[in-house]
């Protein structure tokens, strides 16, 4: 495991040596308060902290003002940290790229921008890169909390909302190493950025939780209920189709579901029609809405699913 600060230094590797050398210099002033580093081509190196952006100048200093001359990122090291996430070999992670970012070890998530390579219809690569967000993967331990306080006589499922940003995966991960001591837990990490997997090897602590590392959320669910007998399962970002077809399972087989689902606000879940569904059929006793992702796990409502959903 890896505090804050050896967090952020393992996620800026991703940096050409030009730009890392200027992030270095300010790593006391971000290795605690950053969530993403932002590289777009021709525009200032962007760091984003809390609720607002910040950037570095010519000089070293760190600064909200854009009027000052910044920190400007090259075609060169757009090239560098593209090489860099991919271990220079596009072809092997290029299932990844094609989903639009690459996880790196320690749970980091990169997201690609740029021309889209297309076949048959279908996305297959993305060339010509432009922007790439590094962002910064962290773990609170304690952060679910407020959460299991607020929900500690629902027996059902719960699912957790909230903007880009808010702290759903963090939520999600304490929630999943608290809940794994007492209970069979199932996690799907289709993305990596819940226990960060490395050759078997967590790289973030998930306690007693049996981890489907890389599936597909459909596919990882329909395994479990096949192989792990769990009492919970528990995946970040349910909403396709698909997902919601082997919740249902899952529901069926009498196991209780904790996912996160991008919205910012109560209002926004209402027209979800497959979380909606899932609702219904008593996969969410409770509906959580996160405040924002300066204080991972704090909470600006929790109500009952039929609330949310109107039934």
């Given at each position: 495991m890896t505090d804050d600060s050896l967090r952020f230094s393992q996620a800026a590797q991703c940096l050409s040596p030009r730009l890392l050398s200027r992030v270095k210099d300010l790593e006391k002033d971000l290795a605690y308060s950053a969530n993403e580093l932002r590289l777009r081509l021709n525009r200032p190196l962007s760091v984003s902290c809390a609720d607002k952006s910040c950037y570095i100048t010519e000089s070293g200093e760190l600064t909200e003002n854009i009027s000052r001359r910044l920190l400007t990122v090259e075609k060169k090291d757009i090239d560098h940290s593209f090489g860099y996430i991919c271990e220079y070999s596009v072809y092997a992670r290029q299932s990844e790229i094609a989903c639009g970012f690459v996880t790196l070890k320690g749970g980091h998530r990169v997201g690609i921008c740029g021309t889209a390579v297309s076949r048959d219809g279908a996305l297959v690569n993305v060339r010509s890169i432009s922007s790439l967000n590094i962002r910064i993967a962290r773990e609170h331990k304690g952060c679910s909390g407020e959460l299991l306080e607020k929900t500690r006589e629902i027996s059902g499922g719960i699912l957790i909302c909230g903007p880009p940003c808010s702290g759903k995966t963090t939520v999600l991960r304490d929630l999943a190493r608290t809940l794994s001591y007492k209970n069979r837990v199932s996690l799907i990490d289709g993305r990596g950025e819940l226990a960060a997997a490395c050759g078997g090897v967590f790289q973030n602590d998930v306690g007693m939780c049996d981890v489907?590392?890389?599936?597909?959320?459909?596919?990882?669910?329909?395994?479990?209920?096949?192989?792990?007998?769990p009492q919970i399962i528990i995946c970040d970002e349910l909403g396709s189709e698909a997902d919601v077809r082997a919740a249902e399972n899952a529901l069926n087989c009498g196991v209780r579901l904790i996912a996160t689902a991008h919205a910012v606000d109560f209002s926004e879940l209402k027209n979800r029609a497959g979380l909606k569904r899932l609702a219904a059929l008593g996969g969410f006793e409770a509906v959580a809405a996160l405040s924002g992702g300066a204080s991972p796990g704090s909470l600006s409502a929790v109500a009952r699913a039929g609330e949310v959903f109107g039934f």
């Open positions: 489907f590392d890389g599936y597909p959320k459909d596919v990882a669910m329909e395994q479990a209920l096949r192989s792990m007998s």
